[in-house]
């Protein structure tokens, strides 16, 4: 065979994703556009044909959920490129774990991992320990800016401070001022103490929110009427029902500020929901009644269904099946021929699956059917009020009985796992075994804490005179909006079962804040 004429085929140079990452940490905060360069001039000197470059920007690199590093990841495994390069070797990741499975990936499927900044032959032994040892250096960098910001937040902690010195809506955040800087308030040096002062134009707006929401009105009312005033959030937003959601639960209207409870120990502070509250070196907007009392309401309201917590009807979240014990919810039918929206209550079991033999009963009916005892109560002589005020006394004797009872063994509780975490810091309780006493120990802390707050539900329902409350329902419930119907109904029903037989007859049973059962 004749060979003098054939060329070797030149090798097609490997296709590249650049891929940049700028973090959320200032230490690390690369510009996208030096990254950028450096990656295309790397390409350029090795004659790489750079496809496209992926940014992950504000992204921290403590793990791998990175959009931008997956899609990375996903063009190498796809075959759209052979290469993935970055700027330095920690733009990729500096999580341990991470960096092992994510590097595995492209490496098992014969692309490469190399960087614009630091020459490293990842081909050789010599270059994956060079390689290894760069991403350990990045994990430890990691490790101790995140050391510094914890001493950082604990210290501010302990001054009584948040974890940062942004705006807080209701407060005016006085900075330290220097020779060459001024505070934020435009105070000269040595004019004010750094801290948080209350703001005369937004300090009572604040107080409004919490008033309103205990008040019985939702998120997204609140955003509403605050936007409706012209008041925007610190950072010149518009509220929303999220931020209003956010603001409130801080808890720093009420001088507290809120950390991550130390007893979880969950890797996500940040988003976890386990809090503490602890005292702020800043002066409260609203009292301390004011703020338990939302406590205890956001607790209550946050098992409810949307409709339940912005209620439409009054009798939203009161009303249950009396065949399966399930909730009954509003429809809307054909009534002689018209559709009237909300017109019937309909078991939610039965309506969704048929898993109940059904109840269901028109809305009208059954709000009249309510009206007329609420009128009942509110007409009853001085005789019959004072055998109610004696059923409502023995119900709070109850819940108070109830309470001390809780609030010994919520004392037990701390104080075994108090001597749980002795014993195990002696070595005398193997760490297998300490976690899974300790779960069960918070378990039963949270069941505790979580009666506690019913019982103070309760009793704040036993709060008012219950011919008090019924006057006023009856007076005004031809104007009062639903969400205010159904809080006051709240101090005076528990909860309605109603069982529908056919033929528009039902069983309606009612049952009262104070333990008597009504048939209706």
């Not at 033999?357 to 001085?382: K, N, Q, Y």
């Amino acid at each position: 065979m004749n060979t003098a004429r054939l060329h070797a085929v030149p090798e097609e140079p490997p296709r590249v994703v650049g891929y940049v990452r700028v973090s959320t940490a200032r230490e690390e905060m690369i510009s996208p556009e030096l990254q950028r360069a450096a990656i295309e001039d790397y390409c350029t000197r090795r004659g790489y044909i750079l496809d496209e470059v992926i940014e992950d920007l504000d992204a921290t690199g403590r793990n791998f959920t990175r959009k931008g590093v997956q899609k990375a990841i996903e063009r190498v495994e796809n075959s759209g490129a052979a290469v993935v390069v970055v700027w330095k070797f920690s733009r990729f990741g500096r999580d341990r774990k991470g960096w092992a499975i994510n590097l595995d990936r492209v490496e098992s499927v014969g692309g490469r991992l190399e960087s614009a900044t630091e020459d490293v032959d990842a081909s050789t032994s010599t270059g994956r320990f060079t390689r290894g040892m760069l991403s350990e250096i990045a994990a430890w960098e990691s490790e101790r800016i995140g050391d510094q910001w914890r001493e950082a937040h604990e210290r501010r902690v302990k001054m009584g401070l948040p974890h940062d010195g942004r705006d807080r809506f209701g407060y005016l955040y006085h900075r330290r001022a220097t020779a060459a800087v001024s505070c934020a308030q435009g105070c000269a040096l040595g004019e004010c103490e750094p801290g948080y002062v209350i703001d005369p134009e937004t300090a009572p707006f604040a107080a409004e929110m919490y008033e309103r929401y205990n008040g019985g009105q939702s998120h997204r009312a609140i955003a509403i009427w605050l936007n409706s005033q012209g008041i925007k959030t610190t950072v010149d937003k518009w509220w929303t029902d999220r931020t209003v959601r956010k603001y409130l639960a801080t808890g720093f209207a009420a001088g507290k500020i809120r950390v991550h409870d130390r007893v979880c120990k969950c890797k996500s502070p940040q988003t976890c929901e386990r809090n503490a509250y602890l005292p702020g070196a800043h002066k409260p907007i609203i009292d301390e009644k004011v703020w338990e009392f939302f406590q205890r309401n956001r607790n209550r309201r946050a098992k409810l269904a949307p409709r339940v917590e912005t209620p439409v009807y009054p009798l939203s979240g009161l009303l249950l099946c009396g065949r399966c014990d399930g909730p009954l919810n509003c429809h809307g039918i054909k009534h002689h021929g018209v559709y009237k929206q909300g017109y019937m209550y309909y078991c939610a079991r039965y309506h969704r699956a048929r898993l109940c033999e059904g109840t269901w009963i028109a809305r009208p009916r059954l709000e009249s059917l309510i009206l007329d005892w609420i009128e009942e109560v509110a007409a009853v002589d001085v005789n019959t009020k004072a055998e109610l005020m004696t059923a409502r006394a023995a119900a709070r004797t109850a819940a108070d009985a109830g309470r001390k009872r809780l609030l010994r063994e919520g004392q037990q509780l701390a104080k075994a796992l108090t001597q749980l975490t002795v014993d195990r810091a002696k070595g005398l309780v193997p760490e297998a075994a300490y976690r899974e006493a300790r779960d069960e120990l918070v378990a039963d802390q949270e069941r505790v804490q979580n009666a506690l707050e019913s019982l103070a539900d309760e009793k704040d329902r036993l709060a008012d005179p219950p011919v008090r409350v019924a006057r006023d329902l009856v007076k005004r419930w031809p104007t009062l909006p639903p969400a205010v119907r159904r809080d006051l109904l709240s101090k005076l029903v528990k909860q309605v079962t109603v069982t529908s037989h056919g033929q528009g007859t039902a069983d309606v049973e009612l049952l009262t804040t104070w333990g008597e059962v009504v048939s209706l």
